[in-house]
């Protein structure tokens, strides 16, 4: 199996996991989040599940619909080949 299919999903389902918990805890559900954002409602489910590759752009419009920092986004625990 190709090392960045791994790495892909060690990171992208911890990341999905912490926008899911992000988002319940705003008290928005994906629909209203995806308006709020700017994005389809399959896009962000997509992102929960860990089947998106989330850009840059987009990690900005999600954290300011959840009105939180950007960085707050990326403070997730993932496991990594690489530890």
């Not at 089947?51 to 920092?69: C, E, G, K, Q, Y």
């Amino acid at each position: 199996m190709n090392i960045w299919i791994i790495v892909n999903e060690s990171i992208l389902g911890p990341f999905g996991l912490h926008i899911k918990q992000l988002r319940l805890k705003a008290g928005l559900s994906q629909e209203e989040l995806a308006a709020k954002c700017g994005l389809d409602r399959t896009y962000i489910s997509g992102i929960e599940r860990g089947l998106r590759n989330v850009s840059i752009v987009n990690i900005f419009r999600i954290a300011d619909a959840l009105s939180l920092p950007p960085a707050k986004l990326l403070e997730f625990e993932c496991e990594s080949e690489h530890e």
